[in-house]
């Protein structure tokens, strides 16, 4: 049975005891209710302070009366005075409620409410023998029943995927949690500020497009009643934001859900948030400074530090963060040394290796690819910028002026995972139609992540779009490492979730 005592933790209830708590609690709802006393008829609670401002300022409000509201998580009934804690969103405090100081009827009405039970009080601030900062309670008002009792907190919520599926539960049991999407939400404020700071302009692009495009990636696909027309939720942001970039708003960014018809696992979710920014009249190497000087901003304001631990690993993420092209990285790792290779000899070097080789994808950029897929990622755990990608993995970005079979590409990897994706934009029409028949030929060969040929944005790069930088993040990555966060499901209020009866 459920224990409002402080102690040792209670077992956990059978069924039959779940069933019996729940009817006690909808008999005390209907008392209530009987009474003129409908808990979920009160429509306002006018608080004057949360519980940390309490704790945090003390000494001004000792002896002050304060007005809070929050879930009460324990109570500890003791004769004609007993204790509570109330949890707010930002923190507890222990209540001090005595029969004397809010009357018989309420103190009755005290007892008889449940951990979990939402409530408001009045009292005074005040510290206790033992020297805990609380509050004397002279008044005290039930907000809201709570009708399914609480995981008690020794055991918790010990199905993680439970976690997940009830996160309003997990939120209220595990302060850790809270802390998790606290920091989310500040993480995306520092985001916001740091692009507005260097002029850039917040801007929305649409989620339902006619055509997919701006990644590789397989679309989740709708259709539209009144146009009579499949249409596809977007995978990226990038292509509608280029098209601004030519219309001459310059600096633009987009902070916004992304669409994905993959699969799921601890780094991947259907939908999740990205930032995407571009820049005109700069490079990717404009792009390289602007993500440093971003990360650095947010670690330095949401925890302080550029230094975090990630599942056991120090990350630095203060500035002066490694930079090495892929084509040095695959040597460096594996030996193999691209550069020095004409496509025949990178096809044999890769065959010795025992690698298998995808069809129509044996090129010399796409071996150079897939070697540092192979032996490379796993390998970058500090900050690192890989640069300049082959043409054929890079539909969008710029060739290499000294080298046409690479592009002006990076991305930066931590922890042997991406967290960004850059270029300089490629905006020669002729060039970016002839990549884009390139990925259609992949599509019809049946590599249904192939970009589509999006005739509008062509037309747009014709009308003359400046030398542009832009970058693509993965904000989920971002929260992740920086609160230590294993699975992506942990950064988001509400991950994809497989239904129960499926």
Not at 367 to 387: K, M, R, S
Not at 419 to 431: K, M, Q, R, V, Y
Request: proline share 4%.
């Amino acid at each position: 049975m459920e224990n409002e005592q402080m102690g040792m933790p209670a077992a956990e209830p059978t069924q039959a005891e779940m069933n019996e708590l729940l009817r006690i609690r909808r008999d005390k709802l209907r008392e209530l209710q009987e009474a003129g006393a409908d808990p979920f008829a009160q429509v306002r609670f006018d608080r004057t302070h949360y519980t940390t401002d309490i704790k945090e300022h003390f000494e001004a409000l000792e002896g002050q009366t304060v007005r809070l509201a929050g879930r009460m998580m324990s109570k500890r009934i003791m004769g004609k005075a007993s204790f509570a804690d109330l949890s707010d969103r930002y923190g507890r405090l222990q209540l001090y409620v005595k029969r004397d100081a809010i009357g018989d009827e309420a103190y009755k009405g005290f007892k008889k409410m449940d951990i979990g039970d939402i409530i408001g009080i009045a009292g005074e601030v005040f510290r206790t023998k033992k020297g805990e900062i609380s509050v004397a309670v002279t008044e005290l008002t039930l907000l809201s029943k709570n009708l399914i009792p609480l995981p008690e907190k020794w055991h918790g919520l010990k199905d993680t995927d439970m976690r997940y599926r009830q996160r309003y539960v997990d939120l209220i049991i595990n302060p850790e949690v809270r802390d998790t999407f606290e920091k989310r939400s500040a993480i995306v404020r520092e985001i916001r500020r740091f692009m507005d700071s260097r002029g850039f302009m917040e801007v929305e692009t649409p989620c339902l497009n006619t055509i997919p495009g701006g990644a590789a990636a397989r679309p989740f696909i709708t259709h539209h009643n009144a146009l009579d027309i499949d249409m596809y939720m977007r995978i990226a942001t990038e292509l509608h934001l280029k098209r601004l970039i030519v219309g001459g708003l310059e600096q633009v960014y987009e902070i916004g859900r992304i669409f994905r018809n993959e699969g799921m696992d601890t780094r991947h979710n259907p939908e999740f948030t990205t930032i995407e920014l571009y820049q005109a009249y700069t490079d990717y190497n404009g792009m390289m400074d602007i993500t440093e000087d971003m990360v650095v901003h947010v670690c330095e304001k949401v925890l302080g530090t550029t230094k975090v631990t990630y599942q056991g690993t120090e990350l630095d993420f203060s500035k002066g963060w490694k930079r090495m092209t892929m084509a040095d990285a695959v040597k460096e790792y594996a030996g193999l040394d691209f550069m020095a290779m004409s496509q025949e000899e990178a096809l044999e070097a890769v065959k010795a290796r025992g690698l298998e080789i995808e069809k129509n994808k044996d090129s010399w950029g796409d071996l150079l690819a897939q070697c540092y897929d192979e032996y490379v990622e796993e390998n970058l755990i500090q900050p690192t910028f890989i640069t300049d990608y082959p043409v054929e993995v890079s539909p969008l970005a710029k060739r290499k002026a000294s080298d046409p079979r690479l592009t002006e590409r990076f991305e930066c990897f931590v922890y042997g995972r991406e967290l960004c994706n850059a270029f300089s934009e490629l905006n020669d029409p002729i060039d970016q139609r002839q990549r884009f028949e390139r990925q259609v030929a992949l599509r019809e060969a049946g590599d249904d992540e192939a970009n589509m040929m999006d005739n509008d944005f062509i037309n747009a790069l014709e009308y003359g779009m400046p030398p542009t930088g832009g970058m693509g993040m993965g904000i989920d990555r971002l929260v992740m490492f920086l609160t230590d966060s294993a699975s992506i499901r942990d950064v988001l209020l509400f991950p994809t979730m497989k239904p129960l009866d499926k």
